[in-house]
């Protein structure tokens, strides 16, 4: 079931925003700025709410608003036919809420963050460009569509990470996250092409019903739905920053503080959540190898990038760390068939997550730009605003009741504790426990994930906000609270981070409370499922949920007591005489395992050697030397040679029009008495058949002359053609056959033996 | 068959445009009585000691408008025809001409292309010092021809056709008087083309000799019948011959690149796109139409014909265009490779059929459009103090800079001409060698094809290179020519082409739907 919206609005405002400030931007000062690139964006999220009330009230569960974009078909190619068109359905509903309303809030925000930027319309139109191509991705109605999003996003990241291209590190900071993105888009784009050479289809509609044709085997006995699923993970790990392909996140904090609240904390990042939520059937392919591999991805990333999280001391990378964790939580979610719990974590993660990056902003605006935790301590007193509200975002991401990050993160470990992977059904007894066993090793590495959020979420927030300060006078003195453009979104969002969470709370919690109560409280957990995706897993039993929930609390307030016990009031010296006993540890974890090092030495570097080698080989002897010096020789004489005869001589032009109709003629016959000696020799005892010429020559369009035994007499001559010539043998032996073809009408003689265009295939007998 | 009044209607567009010239000229007539009184002389450079009446510039500057609604008013026509067609074809004016939606595209596409061509000439002619106020009524007239030529369906409607079209072209090229390069463009095109003419007329007599008929059903009928006769073929090859010399083709090409850079600008953009997609359209109808016997027959051989004159003429067109240092010339060398590309096209007619027809209208829409816009950025960038045009590559060196917006709109043309997406000229040739990849004898043609279009990739992006990477001169004595409608003239072709690469769908239907 689907109705006709003018979806195209919400992708053009942003994009006209983008172009109005990006053309004429600078020409007509700040204020104009702002307001195109605010109301650009406000004017998407009131067409997008208006559209998803539209979903919500009118259509049906499975039903979706429609647009399309090109009348016709967008691309054609042979078989391939493609339509570009827009979809909102429940799905697609979430990710537009959640993207046109932050990135409302955030370019209020950023209007007073970015007062003092010489560069202020290039930001906002950069900004207002990634917002429309955003909206793209999760409005696209089919994979390609959905690519062109992708890599609009892409292009924005990188242009907002190097905004401050003038010094070479977020230059370079830029690079990394546009390369490394590059290799995810290349597995996502062979996925599309996989899907469609195999399914036939990339139209987001059409996947109900390709399960079957998923299941069609195609390489190393998997079904094609797995290798799909794999490349189109393998796009996801790059834009969602997940292992091996996250490290790119981190040094994206060049960028300005708004961009990586907006685009490396709650939107962009989550495409790749989106993406698998969006493609489910593909990755729910029997057996489900390829969920595994998500999940399991999911967790490590989770786990990984908590720990390194741990001891970082720079505001922004903390931050980003605890992104990629959580969004290795997602994709836990969505790996073990929790998808709504997936998505609900991406949707409350966008709250919080953008709270806290703009509350690291507004403490960075205060400190003059300082990053460096260690250098801050007791701001609480002098921005009260920030640090009340970053206190909510603190307890919504370590997931205290009744906060948002709460119902969202125990949605998710509920999930994984119950999930079971449907593998093949031969397994032997040990592979089949191994696959039981699997899901609860992803919650005890999910549940270590969330003692370590906990942890260094509080040591940020006490290491910031309580004890005494510790960077110099001067600092001190300009410690102010942020202008109300800043602080409202924060409190707004904390609003949110406190609200947002109480939609998708869980059915055991809601019992026996009055029923229109219970239909909010649960709203989220009806929203997707059945409908898009299918149901989460749950524990069958109420007291294993109950449980989950306990111990999932109880973890956080662990985290968070003992960042008490070791930073309340500043870095305690337990803390530091525990960083120096567990120095080993320690070292470990600050470089962050040594990825990067080890990226450098297994990729960068070979590579680096192989582009010196092209280089110097390829590039400086081969082209420099032997195409541009040799071949340009070869083209300029040729091409002198041309001029030659354009000497601007009338009498030449004439005479070369007569040549060329005397060759065209000359061309013409020529071709046909060669077509005329084409032909094949079919030998039956001693009877020779010739066959000459094409079926279609008329009888007597040539006169042939035959040279039947080689012996260069023609034995018949004015044979008129026929489309079989018989010659019978009086003896054995192997005979070379000459056919001499002659065209009466402009006397164009041609035989099979000429060195030059003769008989494609020699003429010849062999009789018995 | 008798004269029938809905004949009329049904070749309205080309009434309407006849009607329009005629108004033309009377206007251009009739300013000059008015003006006579006001007429002053205009002092000319040193060089030139005679002094030539001009009358003062601006006068005619309401004959660009007129003709321009005339041209939109001629489109709008040919809209309206195409939706009131009936599916079959409907011959008229006693089998004179034919009205079909294949021949109704090819000249809505002419139209358009002269429409968005003439806005640049009022500033063109201005920045040069010639007033010429013919120049409208003339190119109308030409398209007139192209009309005739394009629904032709008797053989002395094709000459006709083709007569009329080149009356035009030829005064046109000549109408910079005081150029001698213009006389000189005008006095070899006219005297090769009058010389061509007489092959093309014996052509017809020969044939009309062999069947007694110039009507080319009554001819397809009678040769199918009767089988070529010797003569008969005779008559065709030097058709074919005066097909090839209009277009442009290696080796009957010798006139194009003195006449398209002799030629004032857009009149050289004029010829360059309108021409070639009349003449094209007119081939492809003598060859498909009505002689598909002969088409589908290798030992007439014409397909092994047209595909040498297509390796020629891409080859050595594209050779020739990387000696170029006048942008102008360059063009011209490379509108004759792009009659080789097309020549592709028409093989791949012969061989694989009607489904190549759409994708080669599709390449002469977009090469149309895209030498359009190539043409106004080289009207834009005027000319020196003296008059003269600035089409050197030193001339244009650091255009970016200069004319930012004429520097982009020219890549984008390029790229286009080179065939990289997203513009037309990508399409134009993607769906091109598709259709030809369709019969994979003509494999040997494609690669020929794809190898040219890397080589003329060179002569391109060095334009492109001089206008963004090289310093300007020291002493940029070029005056560019300041005008809006100009601008929007370039602006529109561009972004059509821009269009047409982004999303092709639509041409691309509109293209397989023009059936004859």
């Keep these: ?768 | 068959m008798t004269f029938d009044t809905s004949d009329l209607v049904a070749s309205l567009p080309l009434l309407f445009l006849t009607v329009a010239g005629i108004v033309l000229l009377l206007l251009d007539a009739f300013s000059r009585v008015v003006l006579v009184g006001r007429e002053h002389h205009l002092k000319l450079p040193a060089e030139t000691s005679e002094a030539v009446a001009v009358p003062p510039p601006g006068s005619r500057n309401y004959l660009m408008p007129v003709t321009l609604l005339f041209l939109l008013g001629a489109l709008a026509i040919i809209v309206w025809q195409v939706g009131t067609l009936p599916e079959t074809s409907v011959t008229i004016y006693r089998g004179m001409l034919v009205v079909d939606r294949f021949g109704l595209f090819v000249i809505g596409v002419c139209v358009a292309a002269a429409a968005l061509g003439i806005v640049s000439a009022p500033a063109y002619m201005r920045a040069h010092k010639m007033e010429f106020g013919e120049f409208y009524a003339l190119v109308v007239f030409a398209l007139c021809g192209m009309i005739i030529l394009v629904q032709a369906a008797d053989l002395v409607s094709v000459f006709l056709g083709i007569e009329t079209m080149s009356l035009g072209a030829y005064v046109l090229t000549g109408s910079w008087r005081r150029s001698a390069r213009s006389s000189e463009a005008a006095m070899k095109y006219f005297l090769v083309g009058a010389f061509v003419s007489g092959l093309l007329v014996y052509g017809i007599a020969l044939i009309y000799g062999v069947t007694e008929t110039t009507s080319l059903i009554d001819i397809k009928r009678i040769a199918m019948s009767r089988g070529a006769a010797p003569l008969f073929y005779i008559g065709w090859m030097l058709l074919l011959v005066g097909f090839a010399f209009k277009l442009g083709v290696v080796p009957f090409h010798m006139w194009a690149p003195d006449t398209y850079d002799g030629a004032p600008t857009p009149v050289s953009g004029f010829m360059m796109s309108c021409i070639k997609a009349a003449g094209f359209a007119g081939l492809i109808r003598l060859l498909q139409g009505t002689l598909p016997m002969l088409a589908r027959d290798p030992f007439t051989g014409w397909t092994f014909v047209l595909s040498w004159l297509a390796v020629l003429s891409m080859s050595l067109g594209n050779l020739a265009a990387i000696k170029q240092d006048n942008i102008k010339r360059m063009l011209a060398y490379s509108s004759i490779s792009h009659a080789g590309y097309l020549m592709v096209g028409v093989v791949a007619l012969g061989t694989v059929g009607d489904a190549a027809r759409g994708p080669l209208l599709f390449y002469l829409a977009s090469y149309a459009l895209t030498v359009v816009a190539s043409m106004g950025v080289v009207s834009w960038v005027g000319c020196d103090e003296r008059g003269e045009e600035r089409v050197r590559l030193s001339d244009w060196a650091g255009l970016g800079k200069r004319e930012p917006m004429a520097a982009l709109l020219m890549t984008i043309a390029l790229l286009s001409l080179g065939g990289f997406p997203p513009t037309a000229g990508f399409f134009g040739k993607f769906y091109l060698f598709q259709a030809a990849l369709g019969e994979s004898k003509l494999l040997w043609l494609i690669l020929v094809a794809i190898a040219n279009s890397l080589v003329s990739v060179y002569y391109y992006l060095r334009v492109i290179t001089a206008m963004y990477f090289r310093e300007p001169a020291p002493n940029p004595a070029t005056l560019p020519i300041q005008s809006t409608a100009m601008k929007v003239g370039v602006l529109v072709s561009t972004l059509l082409v821009l269009a047409m690469g982004m999303f092709p769908g639509w041409l691309s239907a509109l293209c397989a739907a023009a059936k004859f």
């Design chain 1, 1 to 768: 079931m689907t109705e006709n919206f003018p979806l195209y609005l919400i992708i053009l405002l942003p994009l006209l925003g983008a172009a109005l400030n990006l053309l004429f931007g600078r020409r007509f000062g700040n204020t104009f700025v702002s307001v195109v690139a605010c109301s650009a964006v406000a004017g998407a999220a009131l067409v997008a709410t208006k559209a998803v009330l539209l979903v919500a009230s009118e259509l049906p569960a499975r039903g979706a608003l429609v647009d399309q974009l090109v009348s016709g078909d967008w691309i054609v190619a042979g078989d391939f036919k493609l339509q570009a068109g827009l979809m909102l359905d429940r799905l697609s509903s979430v990710m537009v809420m959640v993207v046109t309303w932050i990135a409302l809030l955030i370019h209020i925000y950023a209007t007073g963050y970015m007062e003092h930027e010489p560069d202020f319309a290039r930001f906002f139109g950069y900004l207002n460009l990634f917002t429309g191509a955003m909206l793209i991705l999760v409005l696209g109605d089919s994979l390609p569509v959905t690519f062109v999003g992708w890599e609009g996003v892409g292009l924005a990241s990188y242009l907002l990470i190097g905004f401050w291209y003038h010094e070479d590190k977020n230059a370079t900071a830029g690079r990394k996250a546009f390369i490394v993105n590059r290799i995810g888009d290349f597995g996502f784009l062979l996925g599309i092409c996989l899907l469609f050479t195999v399914v036939g289809t990339v139209k987001y509609a059409d996947f109900g019903s390709i399960a079957g044709r998923l299941m069609t085997p195609w390489w190393m006995g998997w079904p094609v739905g797995y290798w799909i699923a794999i490349l189109l993970f393998v796009g996801c790990c790059g834009k969602s920053a997940q292992i091996p392909l996250y490290v790119w996140l981190p040094d994206a904090m060049a960028g300005p503080t708004p961009v990586s609240a907006l685009i490396h904390a709650a939107t962009m990042v989550t495409a790749g959540v989106y993406v698998v939520a969006r493609c489910h059937t593909i990755f729910d392919t029997f057996p489900e190898a390829a969920k595994m591999t998500v999940a399991g991805v999911g967790a490590l990333t989770a786990l990984f990038a908590a720990t390194i999280g741990i001891v970082q001391r720079d505001f922004k990378k903390v931050l980003a760390y605890s992104t990629v964790s959580q969004l290795g939580f997602m994709f836990v979610g969505v790996g073990t068939g929790a998808y709504t719990a997936g998505v609900f974590h991406l949707m409350t993660h966008a709250f919080f997550k953008a709270g806290l990056f703009l509350g690291a902003g507004s403490v960075m605006h205060a400190m003059g730009g300082e990053g460096d935790i260690v250098k801050m301590g007791g701001l609480g007193k002098h921005m009260p605003i920030t640090r009340w509200t970053f206190f909510v975002y603190c307890l919504a991401i370590a997931g205290i009741v009744p906060f948002a990050g709460f119902f969202s993160k125990d949605a998710i470990l509920a999930g994984t504790f119950a999930a079971e992977f449907r593998m093949s059904t031969q397994m032997t007894g040990a592979q089949a426990h191994l696959v039981a066993l699997y899901p609860k090793l992803l919650w005890g590495m999910l549940a270590t994930a969330a003692l370590c959020t906990a942890f260094y979420m509080w040591r940020l927030y006490f290491v910031v906000f309580t004890g005494k300060f510790r960077g110099t006078e001067e600092q001190e003195h300009h410690l102010h609270e942020s202008p109300m453009s800043m602080t409202l979104p924060l409190v707004m969002l904390a609003v949110g981070s406190v609200l947002a969470g109480l939609i998708g709370v869980p059915a055991v919690m809601t019992h026996g409370l009055p029923e229109s109560l219970e239909h909010v409280l649960t709203f989220f957990n009806h929203w997707l499922s059945p409908a898009m995706v299918p149901a989460s897993p749950e524990p069958h039993e109420h007291w294993l949920e109950w449980a989950l929930m306990g111990g999932a609390l109880t973890i956080s307030l662990c985290g968070i007591g003992l960042a008490a016990a070791l930073y309340r009031g500043g870095i305690s010296e337990t803390a530091e005489n525990l960083k120096d006993k567990l120095g080993f540890a320690h070292k470990l974890l600050w470089n962050k395992y040594y990825v990067d090092e080890l990226y450098d030495f297994l990729l960068v570097r070979p590579l680096r050697r192989v582009a010196v080698i092209l280089w110097k080989v390829v590039d400086n002897l081969v082209i420099d030397l032997g195409l541009t010096k040799i071949g340009p020789y070869i083209v300029d004489s040729l091409g002198a040679l041309v001029q030659r005869f354009q000497n601007g001589d009338v009498q030449r032009y004439i005479i070369a029009v007569m040549v060329g109709a005397a060759g065209i003629l000359f061309g013409s016959t020529y071709w046909l008495a060669y077509q005329g000696i084409q032909g094949e020799v079919k030998v039956e005892r001693r009877t020779v058949t010739l066959k000459l010429g094409d079926a279609r020559m008329r009888p007597g369009q040539l006169i042939y002359a035959i040279d039947w035994d080689g012996d260069g007499k023609f034995d018949d001559t004015n044979v008129r053609f026929n489309s079989e010539l018989k010659h019978e043998y009086g003896n054995a032996g192997q005979f070379k056959i000459v056919v001499e073809a002659r065209d009466p009408v402009w006397n164009m003689v041609k035989r099979s033996d000429d060195w030059f265009f003769g008989a494609s295939t020699p003429l010849s007998a062999k009789v018995e």
